[in-house]
């Protein structure tokens, strides 16, 4: 089954393209079946290539999900037109009253402000607190997985020296969680951050388990006991060149800032960069949709229960 987008989203093309299997609403509006409901929050600054990268996962299962984007209305985009925000996108008072199967909330190159320095965080915070209620599960990525871990928790971020920026060796912790289910012992994860949470903080909360951990790049898959929020650190939807224009970015803007690890061959930036962590990214999301999302989430969404932290 295909992931079910808007007829003339951009996404549609590039994923025609790659012979991603999608199906329009126009279409969709024939099947009988109670599709998932899955809504992005979206926000990256670059939020088409965002859309196209986590609709590239999300339709790499048997189910059909049914896809709503979801931005701040207490931010401006600057790097999105508008024409496109006001197509696709919808914001939190349009759809507070909707339940919804999962949830998942994208990174934020935001991570060297404090959280409540952010422009948008309380009503990010609202929305956090809101898919308690109204979400069965919700997937926290990057920076939302440090914002997660501090509202949910009260674990804080640590600034790091450096940017931690590469590809990453990743050991897997619990071999039996049903998101890690079919995970070889260790799999590379791309990350880009400057700020990091640490291990003994997951570890003083009960309600929290560690899946997954790098030596080098530390906490990466933290989740909570009921199994219905998800953290991870890492960027598993990056494409191929993801990090390579990040780098060329920043390194345009003047930033003294480091190679990627382990990304481009012989750290010759010149070279195309490796792309070793496609399968495992697949894998991640397709077993949250399957595993933690379909074989949970009740059929009448109703009937949902709030998380029990």
């Known amino acids: 089954m295909p992931i079910n987008i808007p007829d003339d989203l951009p996404a549609t093309e590039v994923l025609a393209k790659e012979n991603i299997f999608y199906m329009t609403h126009s279409t969709a509006e024939h099947q009988d079946i109670r599709p998932l409901k899955i809504v992005i929050l979206n926000l990256m600054p670059k939020k088409i290539e965002t859309e196209t990268q986590f609709l590239r996962l999300l339709s790499n299962t048997p189910l059909q999900v049914d896809i709503e984007l979801l931005q701040m209305k207490s931010h401006v985009s600057k790097n999105t037109p508008p024409s496109h925000l006001h197509r696709f996108y919808s914001t939190f008072d349009e759809i507070r009253e909707n339940r919804y199967d999962g949830l ?16 948008y965080w309380p009503e990010l915070c609202e929305i956090m607190d809101w ?12 920076w939302a997985a440090q914002a997660g871990l501090y509202h949910h928790f009260g674990i804080p971020k640590y600034p790091l020296e450096h940017k931690m920026s590469g590809l990453f060796r ?18 590379t994860v791309p990350h880009s951050r400057y700020t990091e949470v640490r291990r003994e903080d997951i570890e003083k909360v009960e309600g929290l388990e560690l899946l997954s951990y790098s030596k ?5 898959i933290v ?11 890492g960027h598993s939807e990056y494409d191929r060149f993801t990090l390579r224009n990040e780098y060329f970015r920043d390194i345009d803007k003047g930033l003294d800032i480091h190679i990627p690890y382990n990304y481009f061959p012989l750290n010759d930036v010149g070279q195309p960069p490796h792309f070793n962590w496609r399968s495992h990214a697949n894998l991640l999301f397709s077993n949250w949709l399957n595993y933690c999302v379909y074989q949970q989430t009740p059929y009448d969404l109703a009937e949902l229960e709030p998380v029990v932290r």
């Open 170 to 187: 990743h050991k897997v912790l619990d071999p039996y969680h049903p998101l890690l289910r079919g995970f070889d012992d260790d799999f």
């Open 131 to 142: 898919s308690l209620t109204n979400v069965y599960s919700v997937f926290h990525i990057c």
């Open 223 to 233: 989740a909570d006991k009921s199994q219905r929020l998800f953290f991870s650190t």
């Open 216 to 220: 080098q790049s530390g906490v990466h």
């Open 104 to 119: 998942i909330i994208t990174g934020a190159p935001v991570e060297k402000m404090e959280f409540e320095e952010v422009d």
